[in-house]
């Protein structure tokens, strides 16, 4: 049973790490019954999804990520001609956005990266570009001799709508250090979001957990992305991302140890808790079929989620970490999920607004 005063917390957008920790002692069923129960209310039955691509323009990078089993796997570059022919193949297929990410390349000024937006813009301007994580925000700004804001303004100018709430893995700093040493710390995820924010860019907020980290890493990290959404209001959807132990130094120390990658209840505890914890914060919460497998990923709208993410056409770094669910879903695959759940799929743009 839970108790009363969680439950109205938890009713009220005010749950607490410390009602978080005791619901996690519960039987999970009655955990994704709350969460479910709390999705119903907030965003009704409808689940979403997004007809997407992905482009990562290039795996090369100077970054130590120690999860990270894309980098420097083949060694590529796009160009700018490369990049306009999938982003045409992204029009032609009936996408609405295009998700633009790559490696942090040595010396990768501003340039770049304005060079990408205005790939996109100069022939579809009314392609979204959700584009650039916090960390190659920092890395352009770094390597131009620009402030973290002018950087993200310059990018805004020249045609940035969105930004991936990527590079957040767990914002714990003690976390940070021991899997992404050289990344940026947690105050700086924190600021280079907020800035976004402020200058009228929204961005995703997402969390990777399953590697060295504690529940309790996992509720702090949610309950900064709170804070910061009461700050802003500037997140759109929080995504949990299940930790893919394969092909990369962590994972493998981890599979050494005879610790093994997350269990799927585990996985839907996330779903559930983070749908606790955001109530009245963040209304999506994002299920990822290509981390969870498109079953799990199904399962995962009982338990707190209402969106199935993207069709993404081209899914490259879950791939080199041992994800097997492939690079593409065809909208009628997704439908077909959402239906079976007796829910109703809808697409949407990147804002959540229905196409
Ligand atoms: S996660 Fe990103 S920044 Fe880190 S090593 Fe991999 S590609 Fe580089």
Redesign the pocket.
């Known amino acids: 049973m839970i108790p009363e005063d969680i439950l109205e917390r938890a009713y009220q957008g005010t749950t607490t790490k410390e009602d978080a920790l005791t619901l996690l002692k519960i039987k999970p069923f009655e955990l994704f019954a709350l969460a479910d129960q709390i999705r119903a209310e907030t965003v009704g039955d409808n689940v979403t999804y997004i007809i997407n691509r992905n482009i990562n323009f290039t795996?090369i990078?100077?970054?130590?990520?120690g999860?990270?089993a894309?980098?420097d796997k083949k060694g590529y570059l796009l160009s700018i001609d490369q990049i306009k022919e999938k982003i045409k193949e992204a029009h032609v297929s009936g996408a609405t956005e295009v998700c633009i990410q790559g490696?942090?390349l040595p010396n990768a000024d501003i340039d770049l990266y304005i060079d990408i937006l205005r790939a996109v813009k100069s022939e579809y301007p009314h392609l979204h570009t959700h584009c650039f994580s916090p960390?190659e925000i920092n890395h352009a700004a770094r390597a131009s001799g620009l402030s973290v804001e002018e950087t993200l303004k310059k990018l805004k100018d020249n045609g940035l709508n969105t930004m991936p709430g990527t590079?957040a893995e767990i914002l714990v700093d003690k976390v940070r250090k021991i899997i992404?040493p050289d990344?940026l710390t947690r105050q700086e995820w924190i600021d280079t979001v907020t800035l976004a924010h402020n200058i009228g860019i929204q961005t995703t907020a997402t969390m990777m957990y399953g590697h060295v980290d504690t529940w309790e890493d996992r509720i702090d990290h949610i309950l900064t992305i709170r804070e910061i959404q009461k700050e802003t209001g500037g997140f759109s959807e929080f995504v949990p991302l299940s930790f893919m132990p394969y092909n990369n130094p962590i994972g493998e120390k981890m599979l050494e140890e005879g610790r093994f990658m997350n269990t799927g209840i585990d996985d839907l505890k996330v779903y559930a808790i983070a749908r606790i914890l955001l109530n009245t914060h963040i209304d999506n919460i994002q299920t990822s079929w290509v981390k969870l497998g498109k079953k799990l990923a199904q399962i995962a709208l009982s338990c707190g989620a209402n969106d199935m993410g993207g069709t993404l056409m081209e899914e490259s770094i879950s791939r080199s970490a041992g994800a097997f669910s492939g690079e593409v879903i065809s909208v009628e695959e997704l439908e077909w999920i959402i239906r079976a759940t007796e829910r109703t799929p809808v697409q949407r743009d990147t804002l959540y607004r229905s196409i």
Do not use: R
């Not at 990078?61 to 990520?65: F, Y």
């Open positions: 795996d990078c100077i970054g130590t990520c999860f990270c894309f980098k490696g942090l960390m590079a992404c990344k």
